[in-house]
């Protein structure tokens, strides 16, 4: 079984992972997968700050934690991210593309900007990243990084891979929106009307690709836009065999 849920944080919305919570996460085994739509946050310090401000024991601890838990966890970025942490990690492959182990949990894996990947029988394509809309009060490279929005390169990988499928996907995951259902979600009053550069790279991805349906997170809101097939999640955890359709 696939489950997506939105973002989690670090530890600050971790919780609705629990056995409590989420009752039918008992009986998973590392066969079945939660995928997080962005802002894992495990770490989001670097580890000699997380010692600095006394954080490390805390990371450590909920690291263990999800470590604990039965299932396969996998990510992708958002904006909330330790990109330069990530960036020194090793790379593995796995789902017939490219993914970061954790290093500090065996059941944990990034899934990289402009993957496709197959997993359970199903293939999905891959697209972190989102802007800080806070940055100003955050630190460059310590709280907030530059390569939150989408670089060159990974537009490239993101182009080639859905060249080499025909642009034809099962589902599409990406962190934030295109542009077009931000503006559509600001008209409703929603969200603010605040798009970037990587909402409007997958602008062109929605506009060029097929696809059965659409997950996001970032914006902290449940919220099901039927015109582009796209779900946004945030505390929320569904099983993809139960999700809303057209």
Excluded at 186 to 191: L, M
Excluded at 219 to 242: A, G, P, R
């Amino acid at each position: 079984m696939i489950y997506l849920t939105g973002d989690t944080h670090g530890e600050i919305d971790i919780k609705k992972l629990s056995f409590r919570n989420w009752k039918e996460s008992r009986e998973l085994t590392r066969n079945d997968y939660l995928i997080i739509l962005g802002d894992f946050g495990f770490p989001f310090y670097d580890e000699d700050i997380m010692k600095q401000k006394g954080q490390y024991a805390e990371y450590l601890y909920w690291i263990t934690w999800l470590a604990a838990r039965p299932y396969t966890i996998l990510w992708i970025d958002g904006n909330h991210d330790n990109f330069n942490y990530w960036e020194k990690q090793p790379i593995a492959e796995m789902f017939s593309g490219k993914v970061q182990p954790h290093p500090h949990a065996e059941n944990i894996y990034h899934l990289m900007r402009g993957g496709v990947y197959k997993i359970d029988g199903k293939t999905f394509f891959t697209f972190g990243g989102a802007s800080s809309h806070d940055k100003q009060y955050r630190t460059p490279n310590i709280s907030w990084w530059e390569k939150e929005l989408a670089q060159p390169d990974e537009k490239e990988n993101a182009m080639n891979n859905l060249t080499k499928c025909d642009y034809n996907v099962d589902y599409i995951l990406s962190h934030t929106v295109p542009s077009s259902v931000i503006n559509k979600f600001a008209e409703e009053k929603i969200i603010l009307p605040i798009t970037d550069d990587t909402s409007d790279f997958l602008e062109s991805i929605k506009n060029k690709t097929n696809y059965k349906q659409w997950f996001s997170g970032h914006l902290h809101i449940e919220k099901y836009d039927k015109e582009s097939k796209l779900q946004v999640l945030y505390n929320s955890i569904v099983s993809l065999d139960n999700v809303q359709s057209s």
